[in-house]
Nanobody
């Protein structure tokens, strides 16, 4: 069982930055692919970014490419989502997710590929 805790959300003005953290409780992210998703009321959860467990593969949604960066922390149990040039349309609850990976460079961008989910952290971007 992997327990995930997100942190770092908050209120920021458009053009600002936030860094979200996803921390695995009781274990490291070794052999796990980690992804970030987001959801707004009335909409389906959408893919934001993912990173392979060895860090060699990263993918970002087109809507955030060039603004958001996913990375693994040196402590091996944390994954970050650096969000720059935030826009009001980035407002959402952000979730991190993890799943065992068959290969070190595997990355998933589909919600159904992930078994473990955090509770989410709210990000609000004002005009």
């Amino acid at each position: 069982q992997v327990q995930l805790v997100e942190s770092g959300g908050g209120l920021v003005q458009a053009g600002g930055s936030l860094r979200l953290s996803c921390t695995a409780s009781g274990r490291t992210f070794s052999n796990y692919v980690v992804g970030w998703f987001r959801q707004t009321p009335g909409k389906e959860r959408e893919f934001v970014a993912t990173i392979a467990w060895d860090g060699s593969t990263t993918l970002q949604a087109n809507s955030v490419k060039g603004r958001f960066t996913i990375s693994r922390g040196s402590a091996k149990n944390t994954v970050y989502l650096q969000m720059n040039s935030l826009k009001p349309e980035d407002t959402a609850i952000y979730y991190c997710a993890a799943n065992p990976a068959p290969y070190s460079n595997t990355a998933y961008y589909t919600e159904t590929d992930y078994q473990y989910w955090g509770q989410g952290t709210q990000v609000t971007v004002s005009e």
